[in-house]
């Protein structure tokens, strides 16, 4: 999908290349032929069709070859440096892809892909702040740009549910192609309590897949059905991929719970919950309904001795929900 972006990107700064140098191209007076079209134009238009072309085909690092002696030229429209740097992105060169692009994205009135492509890179070589900042210029400008994909991302690894859900959800709705964000938009809608949104973004996409399983059985969870997430979740806890048992137990705890299994669901917990306060915190509501209020409390009193005596210092841990 990443490929895809970017081809896209490069494609479209080419045609706008190639309209631009048309555009500004000298008119003659009235009444008299036009001119010849000068070399030097034909010369890009023909080195940028090339470069694409070889683009197409996987060639990246052809294509690139072909326009760098068109950048270092100091005649050259700033449209095709702009498609050097996005080549230097494909090949996987930030540092060279930065350097090219960021004097094009500090202009005031530069293109949306520019932007996008500039965050990229910035991205890429651990520049955090800049690659938000061009981001977020490129979406101000665009918002159906593609850096509403990479600033959901980035906004969602630092833990800010909101913003990142109200940028990837209308995203993952126009690109159905984009698998990861659908399921990132997905987990973010869980974490706001929004199942029929969650449900939603996962529409068409494999009913076997673990992954996607253990997401469908988190919205009927959410949505208080026991019964059907117990039936969604039991067999996927027979057999899962490594590193996914703890969540898989979790959600089935739940499950159980609403169903009326309680035993069942501290048989799931019972022995994995040490080290994971919100899955020893479902163990002891589980040991309760099962009517061990002894082991309930053996379960809460380590959690209870690390709370501060003013409970007012604790905050609330949910999400922002607006």
Request: glycine fraction near 8%; charged fraction near 20%.
């Amino acid at each position: 999908m990443k490929k895809t972006i970017a081809l896209s990107s490069i494609s479209l700064l080419a045609a706008f290349l190639i309209a631009q140098a048309v555009a500004q191209a000298p008119k003659p007076p009235a009444g008299q032929q036009a001119p010849a079209r000068q070399p030097a134009a034909s010369a890009v238009d023909q080195s940028v069709r090339e470069a694409i072309a070889l683009v197409e085909a996987g060639n990246a690092a052809g294509a690139l070859q072909k326009l760098q002696a068109l950048e270092k030229d100091p005649a050259m429209p700033p449209q095709v440096r702009s498609l050097v740097g996005a080549l230097y992105l494909q090949i996987n060169r930030p540092q060279e892809a930065i350097a090219v692009l960021g004097p094009l994205a500090a202009a005031e009135d530069a293109e949306p892909a520019v932007l996008y492509n500039a965050g990229r890179a910035a991205l890429l070589t651990g520049d955090v702040e800049t690659g938000r900042t061009y981001l977020t210029r490129s979406i101000l400008k665009a918002p159906g740009s593609p850096a509403a994909r990479d600033l959901g991302f980035l906004t969602a690894r630092e833990g800010r549910v909101v913003e990142a859900y109200s940028m990837l959800r209308p995203w993952a709705l126009r690109n159905l192609e984009d698998t990861d964000a659908r399921l990132m938009a997905a987990s973010l809608a869980l974490q706001l309590e929004r199942p029929d949104a969650a449900a939603e973004h996962l529409q068409g996409m494999p009913e076997n897949d673990p992954a996607l399983r253990l997401l469908r059985g988190k919205i009927l969870v959410q949505k208080k059905d026991g019964p059907g997430a117990v039936a969604l979740l039991k067999p996927l806890l027979a057999n899962h991929p490594e590193g996914m048992d703890l969540e898989i137990r979790r959600n089935l705890a739940e499950a159980e719970l609403l169903a009326g299994n309680a035993a069942e669901a501290v048989q799931l917990l019972d022995g994995h919950a040490a080290g994971y306060p919100a899955v020893a915190l479902l163990l002891a509501r589980a040991q309760r309904q099962a009517g061990n209020a002894a082991a309930a409390t053996a379960t809460l009193k380590p959690l209870a001795d690390k709370l501060p005596a003013d409970a007012a210092g604790l905050g609330d841990p949910r999400p922002a929900a607006g």
